[in-house]
T-cell receptor, first 108, second 116 residues
Framework: EDKVVQSPLSLVVHEGDTVTLNCSYE??????LLWYKQEKKAPTFLFML????IEKKSGRLSSILDKKELFSILNITATQTGDSAIYLC????????FGTGTRLKVLA | GAVVSQHPSWVICKSGTSVKIECRSL??????MFWYRQFPKQSLMLMAT?????????EQGVEKDKFLINHASLTLSTLTVTSAHPEDSSFYIC????????????FGPGTRLTVT
């Protein structure tokens, strides 16, 4: 059965800290891996990764995919309170399979 | 660009009634739309994949007769929760794949359904 597992499930840090969120997967017919940020409503798109070893970067956020070891990480540097959210990882195969999410709380 | 809307954003209904939720792609055409539900503090669970002009594909464990999906045009899909019960209370989110950019799904803002 296809599955996407995220860790940790929750995380509390202080402003300025750097965090690394993990996403591992076992999915047949992998096409891409996506990261989303969900605050109060629907998820917003962060990154889509299709190739191993190529880092995607957007401001303080970056992500990379390892297709051999079947995982991805999402890094957030110099965290801010506005980064507090649930971060979802999803793998696109013949459908989208979402992980459990990591709930991040950044304290001022 | 790539805006998806949902209506209503919030609805309360009584047990036994039916509720229709609309999902529209506002500035692009979507051949495929997805319907998810999300329980508090849990991840998104795919309910069904809706393709324009054809029957929806439901995930295992999702009742077709209870959650009716109609994808009547390239910009509109509807989810009707029939004979709603309190356990159907949830956050329902739709997403759409663009025709030209099918790499990414664009999410609607979600609909919170409360069944009393």
């Amino acid at each position: 059965e296809d599955k996407v597992v995220q860790s940790p499930l929750s995380l509390v840090v202080h402003e300025g800290d750097t965090v690394t969120l993990n996403c591992s997967y076992e999915v047949t017919n992998f096409r891409s891996l996506l990261w989303y940020k969900q605050e109060k409503k629907a998820p917003t798109f962060l990154f889509m990764l299709t190739s191993s070893g190529i880092e995607k970067k957007s401001g303080r956020l970056s992500s990379i995919l390892d297709k051999k070891e079947l995982f991805s990480i999402l890094n957030i540097t110099a965290t801010q309170t506005g980064d507090s959210a649930i971060y979802l990882c999803a793998v696109k195969a013949y459908k989208y399979i979402f992980g459990t999410g990591t709930r991040l709380k950044v304290l001022a | 660009g790539a805006v998806v809307s949902q209506h209503p954003s919030w609805v309360i209904c009584k047990s036994g009634t039916s509720v229709k939720i609309e999902c529209r792609s506002l500035d692009f055409q979507a051949t495929t739309m997805f319907w998810y539900r999300q329980f508090p503090k849990q991840s998104l669970m795919l309910m069904a994949t809706s393709n324009e002009g054809s029957k929806a594909t439901y995930e295992q464990g999702v009742e077709k007769d209870k959650f009716l999906i109609n994808h009547a045009s390239l910009t509109l899909s509807t989810l009707t929760v029939t004979s709603a019960h309190p356990e159907d209370s949830s956050f329902y989110i739709c997403s759409a794949l663009g025709i030209r950019d099918s790499r990414e799904q664009y999410f609607g803002p979600g609909t919170r359904l409360t069944v009393t």
